[in-house]
């Protein structure tokens, strides 16, 4: 493979594989194994039930149990514009955990195989190996830690060793309640509060598990780090929680990817994550959310309510996240930065495919607080069938932000006359020598471009991806490379069936 | 090689006819020009050989050897060896040349069910064809005919042609805004692929084209008819007198 070939839009492989999937969603089946659930519903009991489950000390016990008083006098937010039958909270389980998980396994070798088979069936694999097949590494070997999350627990994560070896902690976050009480301490819940939203005071109270990291002072981290979630059990809730702090010039790189299987009732997956960043730090953070999106009609599907938030709070500290959503039949999704340091930065890059039934409202929040500094925003929003897609996204300098930059590129294309496409920018500037600049531009895909492609041998399908493709090529290419190739398939998957 | 049988197209949106009974016959390894005033449905005949949308046929045929073009989609058409160099040829951004290219040749040979050309290969190929026409390598990075100036849009639909190798080629102004050194290197690109299987339809305004690509035979078209066809010397006939006495012989 060269270096042309895979720098640009979908490629010939992208074509080969969407072509092999025929079908729909690819992830949608299921995996039968023998699961412990906690009992249906909402209680305090439950709460503390959960915090048993992962043999947690008072604190976090406490820490959940004031969450939870305080879920209690929430009220479900409604101004997204998305529209869904209102969630039964009594009516799902909380807490899913095969019974082969009960004793945590020593080492990946004593993980059940039929967990390991089924992240070998998903593609992720947990062996430590030089990784994801299919992908040539052009630099030599490239390794990607996994932590594998089934349900409510995490399965197994690889390469601790060897990070270790570097001072890098990755591990569960059960595992990081236990083993790093200080550092959940100092940092949990400093970025996005307990109080912060309804779903996020909901996760703090019954959040599962998750992902830890920390990266230590000046440490680049070694290899990209990932966790993939899966969702197996029916009625099943999934709450995850994940921490990462990049230490004063540290560096890293993380990648999350989600699936769930086809189920007729839609299922709630609302997760926090947190980033800190200190003086000079830098997280990449990259999602390919592929949720099962729920059938034609609408029926079934995951409700992806996220609260993702960076908080730069050091000097010259840079974030970039990059999103892509494909997945889930309602999306509710804002990761956001904090800019807090002086001369840090934020970027936002973000692909959002909605088809048939699917809603997605997604954006970010840029909140500029210290001088000097930077945010960029590029966000990608397609729709098809009958789906609705909305960007939100908020801008703010505050008085203390002197000498401050936003640039927003906010682009929609519409597949199709039953679709929607929404933009909605909120910009607050509270000094006058910031700038903030904001282009939106809404197109349908061309007629004419897709004659062309044709006339020249391409399917109609192959066709609608490759024009889609590039529309999104700058959010493609801020993505780690075997991430790219994942994603330039997964745009042509979802649309499939959208033309004709 | 391309048997057009009185053929009648109207629009699908509006009751407008503009082709009204197209005949030619197009022979293997001959080259063919058109010629004709503005608004005569030259275009529009090269846009209905290549399947586009909107375009009703009410009547009549074309066959490629033996097989009814109307009845397929464009890409089977392409496939099966059909080849239009646009007039205007469309940008596609975000995608890049090469990689549109290699989409296009991988399609075909798909649908043709022959083994797909090595990445290593079609490199090769496209570098060397693209060093004929004089394509600088960053055009081949960079989105399709985005940004390229009309002559370079040009060039880069006949770098297609090359690539793609099909037996019936049809050139819509691909003179047009070329200048003197780009209409010699297209020139050569074409007669470098002619020869006693390939076919050429050749639609121009002028003789200067068919200096460098010399037809075998010239039609004139006029209000969706073909009026008159003969050889080289009524290209250049046109050349020196315009379409006046040809229309009113015909009227
Ligand atoms: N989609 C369309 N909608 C309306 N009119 C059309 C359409 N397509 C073609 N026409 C009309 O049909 C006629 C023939 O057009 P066509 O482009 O085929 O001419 P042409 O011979 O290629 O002209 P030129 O030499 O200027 O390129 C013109 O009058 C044109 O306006
Ligand atoms: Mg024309």
Known sequence: MNDVHVKDGVDSETVEAVKALSGTYKYGWNTEIEMEYAPKGLSEDIVRLISEKNNEPEWMLDWRLQAYKRWLELKEPNWAMVDYPSIDFQDQYYYARPKSMVEKPKSLDDVDPKLLETYKKLGIPLKEQALLAGVEAPDGERKVAVDAVFDSVSVGTTFQAELKKAGVIFCSFSEAVKDYPELVKKYLGTVVPVSDNYYATLNSAVFSDGSFIYIPKGVRCPMELSTYFRINAENTGQFERTLIIADEGSYVSYLEGCTAPKRDVAQLHAAVVELVLLDDAEIKYSTVQNWYPGDESGKGGIYNFVTKRADCRGDRSKVMWTQVETGSAVTWKYPSCVLRGNDSQ????????????????????????????????VSKGISAGKAQNTYRGLVSMHPKAKNSRNFTQCDSLLIGDKCGAHTVPYIEVKNNSSRVEHEATTSKVDDDQLFYCRSRGMGEEDAVALVVNGFCKEVLQALPMEFAMEAQQLVAISLEGSVG | MLEIKNLHVQLEEEDKKILKGVNLSLEAGKVHAIMGPNGSGKSTLSYVLSG?????????????????????????????????????PVEIPGVGNMTFLRSAVNSQQKLRGEPEMTAGDFLKAVRAKAQNLKIEPDMLKRPVNVGFSGGEKKRNEILQMAMLQPKMCILDETDSGLDVDAMKLVSQGVNALRDNKRTFLVITHYQRLLDHIKPDIVHIMAAGKIITSGGPELALEVEKNGYADLLEETA
């Open chain 2, 52 to 88: 586009k949308k909107g375009y009703e046929v009410t009547a009549g045929s074309a066959h490629l050897e033996g097989n009814d073009l109307l009845a397929m989609a464009p890409e089977e058409r392409a496939a099966a060896g059909l080849f239009l160099a646009f007039q205007y």
């Open chain 1, 346 to 377: 934020g970027e936002f890059y973000s692909i959002a495919i909605a088809n048939n039934m699917q809603q997605a409202d997604t954006g970010t929040k840029m909140v500029h607080l210290g001088k000097n500094t930077k945010s960029r925003i």
